[in-house]
């Protein structure tokens, strides 16, 4: 079964770090894009950053200068590096990814979600 594993939420203080990981696994072939969404109770999910094939990066600009977003393809894993992180980046995360399976269509998933608190 494909899906997507996310890791690496938890609780930090203002102006700390944390860094996200999303591991795509089951009968895929490559990640072709992917990006990391956010949620807060009563709101809608909104793009936090996005990643292509070719590693070409675009990010919301409530997060440009302090949020990173790379990807590893021997690992098919995306990261969310997270910066100087302030309590409104508290939300529920979700990793997004366009995977190519392994009969080479293109199928989108979303991950299960990981808790980002920001708080002293």
């Known amino acids: 079964q494909v899906q997507l594993v996310e890791s690496g939420g938890g609780l930090v203080q203002p102006g700390g770090s944390l860094r996200l990981s999303c591991a795509a696994s089951?009968?895929?072939?490559?990640?072709?894009?992917a990006g990391w969404y956010r949620q807060v109770p009563g709101k809608q999910r909104d793009m936090v950053a996005r990643?292509?094939?070719?590693?070409?990066?675009n990010y919301a600009d409530s997060v440009k200068g302090r949020f990173t977003i790379s990807r590893d393809n021997a690992k098919n894993t995306v990261y969310l590096q997270m910066d100087n992180l302030k309590p409104d980046d508290t939300a529920v995360y979700y990793c997004?990814?366009?995977?190519?399976?392994?009969?080479?269509?293109?199928?989108?998933?979303w991950g299960q979600g990981t808790q980002v608190t920001v708080s002293s």
């Open positions: 997004n990814a366009d995977l190519v399976t392994m009969i080479k269509d293109i199928r989108n998933y």
């Open positions: 089951g009968s895929i072939f490559s990640i072709y894009a």
């Open positions: 990643i292509t094939r070719a590693g070409s990066t």
